[in-house]
């Protein structure tokens, strides 16, 4: 959202750096991957975070969330080198 067109003087600069100065950052190299969070979390608290992703996942390709139980999933095996179908029609 725009707020202003206005070119920001240097007040307003400096205020907001002073703002951005508390912000917590963490700085790591794209190489150093400490992605597992297992020993702060529970898996309550995983599946937790992971649902709205899911949810927005689904929102944006435009597909209902499924309602079927684990135990009527639709599925099926494919063979090495078998082709797959398209799986972009509903």
Known sequence: MIVSMRKPDAV????????RAGWPVVVRRLDASDD???????PAERI????????EAWRLA???IP????????SRAFRAGE????????
């Open 12 to 19: 307003d600069a400096q205020s907001r750096r002073q703002a």
């Open 67 to 74: 309602t079927y139980d684990r135990v009527h999933t639709p």
């Open 83 to 90: 082709p797959r179908p398209d799986d972009t029609e509903p």
């Open 62 to 64: 435009g597909r209902p």
């Open 48 to 55: 937790a975070m992971m649902w709205p992703l899911a949810q």
């Open 36 to 42: 597992d969070i297992s020993d702060v979390t529970t």
